[in-house]
């Protein structure tokens, strides 16, 4: 005779480290996703004067490496994570620092944000780093930064931290010496593949990572302004351009691809939603972006986070200067795995109505 109760059972289930699907299943299938990133935006004059303050009081050393300061999403419980998928930082450098070489299996790009004189080395290709550069970072590419100037450089790490733990595939290893052996040539591998529609002959294409591994800015910009010259746009994100492996066409990572976009005077883009998440920084302008019916306003170095599934729509406030953002999103993930969907806002023109304003440091506000 059977003499069982569902309670027995549950408490069986526990005892054993067992789950029912029946229960759980809203959590675990919800029927669209429920990211627990939060929309959010960190200020750069907090940004700067945190990384000034650390930059004077703690010195770079061997185990962390870098002076970096991560976006802690507070609806990631505490970690410092911007997204599930992504890690985002300001990383300080004073004049005349070593940050010494290492690899690691979590892929990274940096965009500099300021400084004379301060140099990043891949794989033995140095760069001097200016204002709107873009610098790439494969997995188990040696790496080292460096300044030889008297002044301070300041820039946005991206990496794939929390999805490389969250595989367990996490390798780190320290350079022997602090800085690598550099190529003859400053700047080598802009020079060679700079002009992406041309390649050595006699060379392979390189498939899965771009063979240039500095983006500078002066090429970047001359593409958005020949792109505005046509008048091409996306209605969700105006001149928004995938900076690519010149090889493939692919993103320049595996887990990471990064934007610049310009929003053109006076622009207010459509709001959609894409699986995947992103992290935005504001190289130049201001303006707002409504993330979820909440109003971000934003200007010159903020960065913020929009999560995945997240109605998003960019407003540049401004009716005469351009307001330009760089990105990093992890929709290669999505897409490699068959997981990327977006959905277009179709109500109201296309436009959120706005129902709170995000007030800095502290939340939300209801409007
Ligand atoms: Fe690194
Ligand atoms: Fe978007």
């Not at 500078?216 to 505005?228: D, I, P, Q, S």
Request: aromatic share 12%; charged share 20%; glycine share 8%.
């Amino acid at each position: 005779m059977i003499t069982d109760t569902t309670d027995r059972l549950y408490s069986d289930m526990q005892s054993h480290h067992l789950m029912p699907l029946w229960t759980l299943e809203k959590d675990i299938l919800p029927w669209s996703p429920k990211p627990k990133a939060l929309p959010w935006l960190w200020k750069w004059s907090d940004l700067y004067e945190i990384a000034e303050r650390s930059g004077a009081l703690v010195p770079i050393e061997r185990g962390g490496d870098r002076r970096a300061i991560a976006l802690a999403n507070p609806g990631l419980g505490g970690l410092p994570h911007a997204t599930p998928t992504l890690w985002a930082a300001v990383q300080w450098l004073n004049g005349r620092e070593v940050a010494p070489a290492h690899r690691h299996t979590a892929q990274a790009v940096r965009f500099i944000i300021d400084g004379q004189g301060a140099f990043s080395t891949v794989e033995g290709d140095k760069v001097y780093l200016e204002r709107g550069d873009m610098v790439i970072n494969p997995p188990w590419y040696w790496h080292d930064h460096g300044s030889d100037s008297d002044e301070r450089a300041v820039w946005m790490d991206g990496l794939d931290i929390p999805l490389n733990n969250y595989l367990d595939a996490s390798f780190f290893e320290p350079y022997k010496g602090e800085t690598q052996a550099v190529s003859a040539v400053l700047d080598g591998t802009a020079l060679k593949y700079g002009v992406g529609q041309m390649r050595p002959a006699w060379e392979p294409r390189s498939a899965q990572y771009p063979p240039i591994f500095a983006y500078k800015w002066a090429e970047t910009e001359r593409a958005l302004n020949n792109v505005a010259k046509v008048g091409a746009a996306s209605p969700f994100d105006d001149v928004a351009l995938e900076y690519t492996n010149p090889h493939s066409g692919g993103p320049v990572m595996d887990t990471i691809t990064c934007w610049i976009q310009m929003l053109r005077p006076g622009v207010h883009t459509q709001a959609h939603r894409q699986v995947n998440s992103a992290v935005y920084y504001v190289f130049e302008g201001r303006g707002l972006t409504v993330i979820n019916g909440i109003r971000f306003d934003w200007e010159k170095g903020d960065m913020f986070v929009i999560p995945g599934w997240a109605w998003h729509e960019h407003c540049n406030a401004s009716s005469e200067e351009r307001a330009t953002l760089f990105s990093i999103q992890d929709t290669p993930v999505m897409r490699a795995l068959n997981k990327y969907r977006e959905e277009a806002y179709t109500e109201n023109d296309g436009h959120q109505s706005v129902t709170g304003v995000f007030r800095p440091a502290a939340g939300f506000d209801k409007v």
